[in-house]
RNA sequence: GCUGAUGUGGCUCAAUGGCAGAGCAGCUCAUUCGUAAUGAGCAGGUUGUCGGUUCGAUUCCGACCAUCAGCUCCA
């Protein structure tokens, strides 16, 4: 590599803004190592002017450079990419005859696809296979890169019979290269960037054996793909793997029957039954809804489950949406059951001429939205067939959007910080089935990047994610396990005005077409009840429990006042009720803590006499003996105040 | 939809080519109790559905349905 070397001098501006000069010739990976032998020894890795990229080998002048830990996003995702590469490397040695595809990093660790022929991966397998990875790592291979022509590599796949990564290499843009990486007698083809030697890695486990189709086409053969994570550090490992495990209590289908919030029945696969408990939950969600989208002014509608045909091909969904969509005949006619709300709405502003004095017009509606989802696609109350969209469709004029779009991030802010749910914002662009011109495009996307970073939040880009009619934001929440999951979505939309030819009169007298906003908060009303369950683990905040308090006689002799105090709660309007079932003290209580009820009142002999109650908090335990008038104005408060 | 696995009382889970079993929950009785399970008894099942093999199927085979882990898709 160094005899390529003709460069000037390296000029490197780094990370904390000092600026490096240094002789003519040298790589970025020596000034690398000159930074940070450490860092560099194990990582390799940087950000060349903003792009991640294997240092060992670029020349380059003037350029920025931020030199990468394991620790850091990019340097983990590097860590465990090499760890891949390792199990590919282990898989070659133990098993013959095997061919090789993929091997990425993901977001929470990494996969190999390969196919085993006929070979069925056992959990035994996976043993074997993390031991001689572990044997590998302690032989510490050097990681080194090269470069072949195109016909190099193909004749070099070809002859090991990889045809997977034939393929691959194929798929190759004419003006990339070839790149490959080897360790020990382990080569691949890869783009890197990976660690500079593997003895490095010290924290790796193999979690998982499942069959996925090589490139995700259901048309190719089914490879086994096997999981596993890296982490810098043993510590982070363990962290990572008792998250999960709490992650599998708290799954919202196990609290979900637990608590009696919802159940899903063979009889209507993939659409939820809310149960009464389930019900209070949903219904105080709502509310809230309603609460806030008052105050921003949105005007609350509700439009038929069921329109003609047409409508949906004027729409562009009988076209673009048709196999999501249930259908039915109505005297002989087609129609479909909503799939999406937004045709409905535009029938709303159809309904009377608009003037630009109205603008934005915010219709909300909390919408039953029905879509055929892949039966093996259906999780819980995440991926469901029959959901509630709290969606809102907003006309205005163009030169509003900036406006509008930062509304609507402040609304989203106030909601998700209610909940205590931090957010990222990622924009996605034009897809390849899409309607409209490509100009439409590019003034749509900019308008919704404008307005991000007009209230001073970041974004990342979605490349060609964006919904057939308009590019999009999304906000993915991040709940207190550090999963994130897509709620919130603002999508800009110039077409399907266009296509119903919608107008209003501008104060120039002429008629102008509005653009419209498709946005959610919830994103589903179903899925957010699912993933807040998860977030809170099922102990919900007081203001969302479905049971807030439980009143607990110590035995029968106090049940009158027991029910007294329930009484004085249901004018209150607090949700409460008594167990005066004839058990133990004890025993009670565990029923109630079992179904975290926020609040637990022990009445007997002292409380009656008293009128106080022994307060059990969810939080705190047993706080004592507190005044009933206390007690009240508190649970009021953390009610009113919707605490978190 | 595809690949693989699974399906047994309300729940969690045993067992078996020959009468299907436990714990919890439920019901009854006794206990009236002070901060996470009082005791005794009773009841509860066409083993997901349909078909096949068999003297006999819940068990073996097939189809279908649903669920789970993924792929794919997406709120």
Redesign the pocket.
């Known amino acids: 590599m160094s005899e390529s070397v003709k460069n000037e001098n390296v000029k490197i501006t780094l990370k904390d803004g000092s600026i490096l000069e240094t002789p003519k010739g040298t790589t970025v990976f020596e000034v690398a190592k000159q930074i940070s032998e450490g860092l560099a020894r194990n990582a390799a890795v940087g950000k060349i002017n903003g792009e991640i990229a294997d240092l060992r080998d670029e020349i380059l002048t003037d350029c920025e450079l931020s030199i990468l830990t394991l620790k850091d996003e990019e340097g983990l995702s590097t860590l465990r990419h090499t760890v891949s590469h390792i199990l590919a490397y282990a898989v070659q040695n133990l098993y013959k005859g095997v061919k090789f595809s993929i091997g990425p990093s993901t977001k929470d660790g990494f996969y190999y696809d390969i196919d085993f022929g006929d070979i069925t991966v056992t959990s035994e397998m996976l043993n074997d296979i993390y031991a001689e990875m572990k044997r590998l790592i302690k032989e510490n291979h050097k990681i080194e890169r090269y470069y072949s022509t195109r016909e190099e590599a193909l004749k070099y796949f070809t002859e090991k019979g990889e045809t997977y990564k034939v393929e691959l290499v194929n798929a190759i843009p004419e003006n990339e290269k070839i790149s490959f990486y080897k360790m020990g007698d382990f080569t691949d083809l890869c783009a890197g960037p990976h660690l500079l030697s593997i003895g490095s890695v010290k924290a790796f486990k193999l979690l998982?054996v499942?069959?996925?189709?090589f490139r995700?086409?259901?048309k190719n053969k089914?490879l086994t793909?096997i999981y596993g994570t890296a982490f810098s550090k043993q510590s982070e490992l363990d962290e990572y793997l008792t998250m999960l495990e709490e992650a599998k209590k708290r799954?919202h289908?196990?609290l979900g029957?637990e608590l009696g919030l919802f159940a899903?029945r063979?009889e209507a696969?993939?659409m939820p039954f809310f149960l009464p408990k389930g019900m209070i939950l949903r219904n105080t969600l709502i509310d809230y809804w309603h609460e806030v989208h008052n105050k921003w002014n949105y005007l609350e509608i509700s439009t038929p489950q069921i329109m003609r045909r047409s409508l949906w091909e004027t729409s562009g969904h009988w076209e673009h949406y048709h196999d999501?969509m249930y259908t039915t005949v109505i005297d002989g006619e087609d129609f479909a059951i909503k799939p999406m709300n937004c045709p409905g709405s535009i029938l709303v502003y159809e309904l009377d001429p608009h003037s630009y004095k109205e603008l934005p017009l915010r219709y909300g509606e909390l919408g039953r939205v029905h879509?055929n989802?892949?039966?093996?696609?259906?999780?819980?109350l995440?991926?469901?067939?029959c959901?509630t969209?709290d969606d809102a469709h907003i006309l205005l004029a163009p030169e509003q959007i900036k406006d509008e779009v930062v509304r609507i991030t402040k609304l989203f802010d106030e909601v998700y910080s209610l909940f205590k749910l931090p957010y990222k914002i990622e924009l996605s662009t034009m897809?390849e089935d899409h309607i409209g011109s490509e100009k439409d495009w590019e003034i749509a996307t900019k308008a919704l990047a404008d307005a991000i970073t007009g209230v001073g939040k970041t974004y990342t880009i979605n490349e060609g994610?964006g919904?057939f009619y308009g590019p999009k934001l999304?906000f993915h929440i991040k709940d207190s396990l550090g999963r994130t999951w897509?709620?919130g979505?603002i999508q800009l939309d110039y077409q399907l005005p266009g296509r119903f030819n919608l107008e209003y009169t501008g104060s120039d007298g002429e008629k102008h077409t509005p653009v419209m906003i498709h946005r959610?908060v919830?994103?589903?009303v179903?899925?957010f009840i699912g993933v807040i369950t998860e977030h809170f683990a099922g102990a919900f905040p007081t203001w969302l429990s479905p049971e807030q308090v439980r009143i607990l006689p110590?035995?029968?002799?106090?049940k009158d006042y027991a029910e007294s105090v329930n009484k004085r709660f249901k004018e209150l309007k607090i949700r409460s009720s008594c167990d005066n079932r004839?058990?133990?003290?004890?025993?009670k209580?565990?029923d109630a803590?079992?179904q975290k009820v926020p609040y637990?009142l022990?009445?007997?002999?002292?409380?009656?006499g008293n009128k106080t109650v022994?307060v059990?908090t969810r939080k705190d335990?047993?706080i004592?003996?507190v005044s009933l008038e206390k007690f009240i104005a508190d649970i009021l408060e953390d009610i009113n105040t919707k605490r978190v």
């Open positions: 998982s499942t069959g996925a189709y995700g086409d259901s089914m793909r799954d289908r196990k029957k899903l063979d696969p993939g999501d879509r989802e892949l039966s093996g696609a259906l999780h819980g995440f991926r469901v067939r959901f969209q897809p994610d919904a999304d897509q709620c979505t959610v919830f994103g589903s179903e899925r110590v035995s029968d002799k106090f004839p058990e133990k003290i004890g025993f209580i565990r803590r079992l637990i022990v009445v007997g002999e002292k409380e009656t022994s059990r335990g047993d004592g003996e």
